[in-house]
Structures are given as structure tokens and as C-alpha cells.
């Protein structure tokens, strides 16, 4: 199907004045589209993804297009939800998706599945709203995970404690406010109620401007949030379970919904799991204190597990690292080397080396033990 020429390209000082601009469109936007513009393309923000159709935002309102044109090898190029798109002008039956932008930012975890595949959740989304039940015991491992991802991504992270009315102590919840505070150094965290309140107005403020996306498990109170923020009963919402407070899935795809005070909100369906693709940036950043310890060690490859002069270690026997912190590092860590490593054939042949080597100390160890017990 021949795509209508054109040599019209809107001029720049028409970006602002778009239908699109309450959906993030801007100079930036408008000038990276030039070349789709001069094929006769219209722009158009995609706000949810559904069995290969979407619904996409366009300056004459919103359409249902079919992507069957971008279905690449590449699973981090099929389209998604907060991708600004290029689709067929008005008057075809169907109307494709000719092609995405170049993303600004993108929420990537490793897919499902036990190959390499990556999934993208959220396209060009400015911060990350990591959202965290207190109806349950605080995973802090989880936290941490969620927030690597949300580093990694390239949007801002901020952690909010959700459903902060049950627990009506200041006290304790000043002190997980804290402990949450430590988990994830230099992220803002927020504790926030849709049933009194608590919290929201700041809530409100920050996700006033630009992208927002909602992440958590199922029964954090993401959609009850998204109601809350939106200002309408925009998404469905079910009461968790009493036996165990685990939530059921209620968000079963990704929406992208304008907020009342500008921006716009992602919310997602609750993540049962959250594999790390690509995030040692991510992770470094999760855990910057034991970068810093790092930089202390008498050696540059210090792997943190038995060599002398480790200043991580120290730090754990002296009390200042947490050990569960440190064990949280190293797993996230050895998580995403596996999944780099799976297209990467030199760094599985470097990884199996160091196993080899950790394997031939530990029996050394266990060896020269045994010797001094008998």
C-alpha cells in the first residue's frame, strides 16, 4: 500500500500550538518528526496497546491504528504505550502505524520467557512513581529492584507508600519512611493515602509536568492512585485479599491518562515479576554507598567476597553496610550479568572463568580446613 507523497513539514513554531502538547509534544518532538512529515505521516502519541491495534492521540482527535507495520526482531522496537508514533493520514481502512520516534526514555525489563528477550513497558516517561503497599510487610529487596529498573530507564525515580491511613502511629511510619530512605538513596519517598489524603497534594505537584509512570505489585493501590491523581474513576479497582492482602489484577494493560493539572500518567498492570534487562547503571545507583565503599578496596576487580583489603567487607563488619544490603547488590548484580551475558558470548566465557576460580578457592578452603581439624 503506497504511502501518500507530500512536501508540506509544519513549521516549528506550530509545535506549541498542537492538540498533542498536553500529551508531552514539543519542539523536540516536532522537529524529530520532520522527516516522517515530509512522507505525509501524521504524528500521534500512543495511549494503550492492545493484541496488535492501539489508540493513539493525533491533532484530529483519537484513532484506532493497527500496527501491523512494526513488527520487528527486535522485541525493544515494537510499539508501546507513551510512544510518539507515525501513522497514515486520515481515510484509510485500517489506518497503520508506520513507525515509532526515537524513544527519549524506555522502562525495559527482561521478558517472561527464558530467552534473552527484553519488554518494554513505557516509552518517553520523565519519572518512575514506584508504588508500595503498607498494608504488607515492606519488601525492601523489592524496592531496590524496582527502582534499579526505574534508574536504568532513564526517567527519575520516586517511591510512594501507599495506603499510609493504616498506620496511623507517626512515629512508625517516620521510621519506614527511613528505612525505605536508606534502601534508596537519593530518591524522594512519600508516604500517601486516597482514603485521607495524606500526601497527595505533593504527589500531585511532582507529577504535574511531563511523564509519569505507575509501577508496583498488584494490590498497591496503583489504580486507586491513578483515580485519585486523574480525578475521576478513570481505572477499575478490587479489594485485595483478606488472607494474605495480595491484590488481583485489575489494570490489564497500559493506559496513558491526562492529569487534571498537567502531565500525563501511565498506569501499568501489577508486576508479578520484574527482571533486570541491561541495569547495571541501575543498580550502581541503587546502591551508591557500596560504590563508594568500592573505590576503597586495595584491588580494582575487588568482587566483594573474601579478597583482603575489601573495604565493602569491612564496612559490613563494622557496622556501617547492612549485610542485607550487600547481598541485595550481589544479586542484582549476578542477575543482570546473566541476562548480559546471553548475548554477549566473551563475557559468558569471562563468567565462567571467575566461577571456575571461586570454585577452586572454596574446595581449597574447605580442604585446608578439614586439615586443621584433624
Known amino acids: 500500500m503506497p504511502l501518500p507523497a507530500s512536501s508540506k513539514v509544519p513549521d516549528r513554531s506550530t509545535a506549541l500550538a498542537s492538540p498533542l502538547v498536553p500529551y508531552g509534544w514539543d519542539d523536540g518532538w516536532q522537529d524529530a518528526f520532520r522527516p516522517w512529515a515530509a512522507r505525509g505521516l501524521v504524528p500521534g502519541r500512543v495511549i494503550r496497546v492492545d493484541r496488535g491495534q492501539c489508540d493513539v492521540v493525533t491533532p484530529d482527535g483519537t484513532v484506532r491504528a493497527d500496527t501491523a507495520f512494526v513488527v520487528p526482531r527486535d522485541p525493544m522496537k515494537v510499539i508501546c504505550t507513551g510512544d510518539w508514533a507515525a501513522l497514515d493520514p486520515e481515510g484509510g481502512s485500517p489506518r497503520y502505524v508506520r513507525d515509532h520516534l526515537p524513544r527519549r526514555t524506555a522502562l525495559v525489563r527482561s521478558g517472561s520467557s527464558k530467552r534473552s528477550d527484553a519488554q518494554v513497558l513505557a516509552a518517553n516517561i520523565d519519572r518512575a512513581v514506584i508504588a508500595v503497599s503498607l498494608a504488607a510487610e515492606l519488601d525492601l529487596a523489592r524496592i531496590e529492584r524496582f527502582t534499579a529498573l526505574a534508574w536504568e530507564s532513564g526517567a527519575e525515580p520516586l517511591v510512594v507508600l501507599t ?25 524522594t519517598v512519600l508516604a500517601v493515602s486516597s482514603a485521607d489524603g495524606t500526601g497527595l497534594e505533593r504527589l500531585a505537584a511532582l507529577a504535574g509536568s511531563g511523564t509519569t509512570v505507575l509501577l508496583g505489585q498488584s494490590g498497591a493501590g496503583k489504580s486507586t492512585l491513578a483515580n485519585t491523581l486523574i480525578g475521576r474513576e478513570a481505572m477499575e479497582v478490587r479489594a485485595v485479599r483478606d488472607m494474605d492482602g495480595k491484590g488481583r489484577h485489575t489494570t490489564t494493560t497500559r493506559n496513558l491518562l491526562t492529569l487534571p493539572g498537567g502531565g500525563v500518567l501511565i498506569d501499568t498492570p501489577g508486576l508479578r515479576g520484574v527482571g533486570l534487562w541491561d541495569a547495571g547503571t541501575g543498580v550502581d545507583r541503587v546502591f551508591a554507598e557500596i560504590e563508594e565503599y568500592a573505590r576503597r578496596c586495595r584491588f580494582q576487580d575487588c568482587a566483594h567476597h573474601s579478597e583482603p583489603g575489601c573495604a565493602v567487607l569491612a564496612a559490613v563488619d563494622g557496622g556501617e553496610l547492612p549485610a542485607r544490603r550487600l547481598e541485595s547488590y550481589r544479586k542484582l548484580q549476578r ?36 586439615g586443621r581439624l584433624r
Open 163 to 187: 495506603k499510609a491511613d493504616l498506620v496511623p502511629d507517626p512515629a512508625t511510619l517516620g521510621h519506614l519512611l527511613s528505612d525505605v530512605g536508606r534502601t534508596v538513596p537519593g530518591v
Open 335 to 370: 542477575e543482570n550479568q546473566r541476562i548480559v551475558a546471553k548475548t554477549d558470548a566473551r563475557l559468558r566465557q569471562e563468567i565462567r572463568r571467575e566461577w571456575r576460580i571461586r570454585g577452586a578457592e572454596a574446595r581449597a578452603a574447605a580442604d585446608a580446613k578439614r
